[in-house]
Every structure is written in C-alpha cells, then in structure tokens.
C-alpha cells in the first residue's frame, strides 16, 4: 500500500487542471498586413498577454506536478508530544 497525503494530492491535481484550462484558453493573436500604427499596438498588447497567459499556466502545471509527487513521499505525523530524556550525570 502507497502512503499519499491526499490534500497535497488533490492540491497538486487541481493546479496541474487549472494551468492545462489556461493553456487550452489562450488565443493566439493574428496580424495582418497593412495594420495601421494602433492596430500594431494592439496586437503587440494581445501578445504580450498571451504569453503572460502562458507563463502562469507553466508555472500552475510546474508546481502542481511537484505537488503530486511529494504527496507521494509525505507523511503524517502523530500528534503525540515526545518526552525529552534528561541527560545522565
């Protein structure tokens, strides 16, 4: 049987869920030629957007997925306070 912390796990899944949803949403944005000046910037605005977009989404699967695999390796501790042995003279 498999020790798992199963809060870590369901944590480190719903991080890995949530950056594969961010990912999926991303549109990449289209240029055109003979795009006027503010339509330039509103592109290079949407771009810069989307790779801020896909960043996040890298970082939530990137720790989520650090997650799940040290929620393979935690375990619980008892909750019973441990006497400390006087030192013998």
Do not use: C, H, W, Y
Not at 16 to 23: E, S, W
Not at 29 to 48: H, N, Q, Y
């Amino acid at each position: 049987m498999i020790l798992v912390d199963k809060k870590i796990l369901a944590g480190g899944l719903a991080m890995i869920l949530a950056g594969v949803i961010v990912f999926a949403t991303v549109e990449q944005p289209v240029g055109e030629s003979g795009m006027t000046e503010e339509e330039i910037i509103d592109l290079m605005l949407a771009e810069d957007n989307n790779q801020a977009f896909e960043l996040l989404s890298g970082i939530l699967i990137g720790t989520g997925f650090l997650l799940v695999l040290i929620s393979f390796g935690a375990r619980r501790r008892d909750k019973v306070k441990r006497k400390e042995k006087s030192p013998a003279e």
